[in-house]
Each structure stands twice: as structure tokens, then as C-alpha cells.
């Protein structure tokens, strides 16, 4: 691998991790405190990334976030 594609490679990762910080924290300022949004919060980033979109805590996510989202639509 070339130097560049290294420093390519190296740069992605950081666009990606910023993106999932900036996820992380938009979802944890807007999920009301409790169980979820704690399971939430003890991800660390690779966990993040490599939660799968159908598991149980995004599913529990969605329905939280949902549910917030009514209360602002209401």
C-alpha cells in the first residue's frame, strides 16, 4: 500500500468517526434519559459502527426517537 492511499485510508476513517460522533450526540441530546439512551451512550465508537441497523438497541432507538418526535409535532 502507497503512502497515499494509507494517508487516504487514514483520512476516511477520521471523516467517518466525526460522523459518528456527530450521530452519537444527536441522538443522545435528543433521546429522554432512561435505559436506552444509556445503552446508547456506553457504545464505544467501533461499537457503534458495527451495530447492526436491526438490532434490538436501534430498534429501541427508533421507537424512542419517535416518540420524541411527536412530542414536537403534537
Keep these: 500500500m502507497t503512502d497515499d492511499m494509507s ?3 487514514t483520512a476516511s476513517r477520521h471523516k467517518s468517526d466525526a460522523a459518528m460522533e456527530r450521530t452519537r450526540k444527536l441522538v443522545l441530546d435528543t433521546l429522554p434519559p432512561g435505559p436506552v439512551r444509556d445503552r446508547f451512550a456506553a457504545l464505544t465508537l467501533d461499537e457503534l459502527r ?3 441497523f436491526d438490532s ?3 430498534r429501541q432507538v427508533r421507537v424512542a426517537l419517535s ?3 411527536g412530542r414536537y409535532l403534537n
Design 7 to 9: 494517508e487516504d485510508k
Design 56 to 58: 434490538d438497541l436501534w
Design 67 to 69: 416518540h420524541v418526535e
Design 50 to 52: 458495527d451495530l447492526e
